[in-house]
Nanobody, 124 residues
Framework: VQLQASGGGLVQAGGSLRLSCAAS????????MAWFRQAPGKEREFVAA????????SYADSVKGRFTISRDNAKDTVYLQMNSLQSEDTAVYYC??????????????????WGQGTLVTVSS
């Protein structure tokens, strides 16, 4: 399984970014997908998740109303639209897929598949 995240960069507070994560090596439309992030000096934390067909989404309280997770199963890609960015959103963002299909179990056991991460820096 390979997850290739992209779309990070430097943005001013209040701005927007859209992250993408292209998946390969799995039957994408069978897998829930999620975004996590890790800020400097902090543990990795959950950001958002989406069910395999995109009918159900969930968000961390800190991003609710600002971030939107979506997916395009025809392109094997999951997205994270981030609006109203704040300095506290600065982090490396990772996409993740669970080990097993049709489940939203992103670990820690079993460890999910991780993408390589994309850095988002929000300047205030």
């Amino acid at each position: 399984v390979q997850l290739q995240a992209s779309g990070g960069g430097l943005v001013q507070a209040g701005g927007s970014l859209r992250l993408s994560c292209a998946a390969s090596g799995l039957t994408f439309n069978k897998y829930y997908m999620a975004w996590f992030r890790q800020a400097p000096g902090k543990e990795r934390e959950f950001v958002a998740a989406i069910s395999n067909l995109g009918r159900t989404t969930s968000y961390a309280d800190s991003v609710k109303g600002r971030f939107t997770i979506s997916r395009d199963n025809a392109k094997d890609t999951v997205y994270l639209q981030m609006n109203s960015l704040q300095s506290e959103d600065t982090a490396v963002y990772y996409c993740a897929a669970p080990v097993n299909p049709y489940t939203n179990d992103f670990g820690p056991r079993p460890e999910p598949f991780w993408g390589q991460g994309t850095l988002v820096t929000v300047s205030s």
